[in-house]
């Protein structure tokens, strides 16, 4: 009966600007009971699992701290890598790729003057970063990644020989989620019956219409739930793990939800999927760059957590 009534409906969809986008969505009819429960799942979905793309890391030429300052630059480092942290950034690839600025004043530098690469777009140009107040020549190199939620710079492993800043990276495209449970009255025969309706409003950065926004989160929690259901608990350790290695393409290392540095480790080693991890021996693993005892143990806990099994039987 659900299936059949169900509709979504879009009640207002506002451009502010190209980095401010509203939508507000009825859900109607849901079982009476049900509105809160699905309004706080895709809330959270919509807040912390739709990708996006941010700078994480800048690369100022000649300079090898933060706690520093730029000979002809008004700010110092601390205050441009807060500046470069409110970029909004558009990819239409989800990969690592990089972007260049090269300047000479003086000047007042904006995100617009930095060149990126094909596919990316910065929608908010006229951001400021810095003014250069001399004739001082400024370079920089920054790392643009791909990820989900909010991701701190202290979580970012480091590597000694880069000279990268890293910077906090916002991933999030919804910036803000409200929704609201009231009463909906269906007719049924001679009476009317309770149920309910589900209105969702959605704030967006530009890089993602609120349409879309509900679409992937509805799509989310969806696989979500298959996943669960492509894995029962079987009593029989083999039975679990053939199950698991008929599947093992379909599941990305995301829905494993490894720590940062588990999830960098694996994916600087081109592991993006389950398949891709059960290939590889525990000892093949340690060898990797910062994959070290902490990385090795939670991996060993979420694999026989999660499917029954160790790396070592395959």
């Given at each position: 009966?659900?299936?059949?009534?169900?509709?979504i409906?879009t009640?207002?969809?506002q451009?502010q600007?190209?980095?401010?986008?509203?939508g507000?969505?009825l859900?109607?009819?849901?079982?009476?009971g049900?509105?809160?429960?699905?309004?706080?799942?895709?809330?959270?979905?919509?807040?912390?699992?739709?990708?996006?793309?941010a700078?994480?890391?800048?690369?100022?030429?000649?300079?090898?701290?933060?706690?520093?300052t730029i000979?002809?630059?008004?700010?110092?480092?601390?205050?441009?890598?807060?500046?470069?942290?409110?970029?909004?950034?558009?990819?239409?690839?989800?990969?690592t790729c990089?972007?260049?600025?090269?300047?000479?004043g003086?000047?007042?530098i904006?995100?617009?003057?930095?060149?990126?690469?094909n596919?990316?777009?910065?929608?908010?140009p006229n951001?400021?970063i810095?003014t250069?107040?001399?004739?001082?020549?400024?370079?920089m190199?920054?790392r643009?990644?791909y990820?989900?939620g909010?991701?701190?710079?202290?979580?970012?492993?480091?590597?000694p020989s880069?000279?990268f800043?890293?910077?906090?990276?916002l991933?999030?495209?919804?910036?803000?989620?409200?929704?609201?449970?009231?009463?909906?009255?269906?007719?049924?025969?001679?009476?009317?019956?309770s149920d309910?309706?589900?209105?969702?409003d959605?704030?967006t950065?530009?890089?993602?219409?609120?349409?879309?926004a509900?679409?992937?989160?509805?799509k989310?929690?969806?696989s979500m739930f298959?996943?669960l259901l492509?894995?029962p608990?079987?009593?029989?350790k083999?039975?679990?793990?053939?199950?698991?290695?008929?599947?093992s393409?379909?599941?990305?290392i995301?829905?494993l939800?490894?720590?940062?540095r588990?999830?960098?480790?694996?994916k600087?080693?081109?592991?993006?999927?389950?398949?891709?991890?059960i290939?590889?021996?525990?000892s093949?693993?340690?060898?990797?760059?910062?994959f070290?005892?902490?990385?090795?143990?939670?991996?060993r806990?979420?694999?026989?957590?999660?499917?029954?099994?160790t790396?070592e039987e395959?």
């Open positions: 009966m659900l299936s059949q009534m169900f509709q409906t009640l207002e969809s451009k600007d190209e980095t401010n986008l509203f507000k969505f859900l109607n009819p849901l079982p009476f049900h509105g809160i429960t699905i309004g706080n799942t895709l809330r959270r979905i919509l807040l912390n699992d739709i990708y996006g793309s700078i994480t890391g800048v690369e100022i030429i000649g300079i090898n701290s933060e706690f520093t000979p002809g630059v008004r700010e110092d480092i601390l205050e441009i890598l807060l500046n470069l942290k409110q970029t909004i950034i558009f990819s239409s690839q989800p990969r990089f972007a260049s600025l090269k300047i000479l003086p000047r007042i904006t995100a617009g003057y930095i060149d990126f690469p596919g990316v777009q910065i929608l908010n951001l400021y810095a250069l107040y001399s004739e001082t020549y400024i370079e190199i920054f643009i990644e990820g989900q909010y991701q701190l710079s202290e979580q970012i492993p480091r590597d880069s000279k800043l890293n910077l906090d990276g991933f999030m495209p919804v910036r803000k989620v409200n929704y609201f449970v009231n009463e909906f009255y269906t007719p049924q025969m001679t009476e009317y019956h309910e309706s589900l209105e969702i959605i704030w950065n530009g890089t993602i219409t609120p349409q879309t509900l679409k992937s989160s509805i989310y929690a969806i298959n996943f492509s894995y608990q079987l009593k029989e083999k039975s679990i793990a053939v199950d698991i290695l008929s599947h393409k379909k599941v990305r995301e829905d939800y490894f720590s940062p588990v999830y960098k480790c694996l600087g080693a081109n592991i993006h999927f389950l398949s891709d991890l290939s590889y021996s525990m093949d693993l340690c060898e990797l760059k910062n070290g005892k902490k990385c090795s143990t939670e991996l806990d979420k694999l026989r957590n999660y499917f029954k099994l790396l395959f």
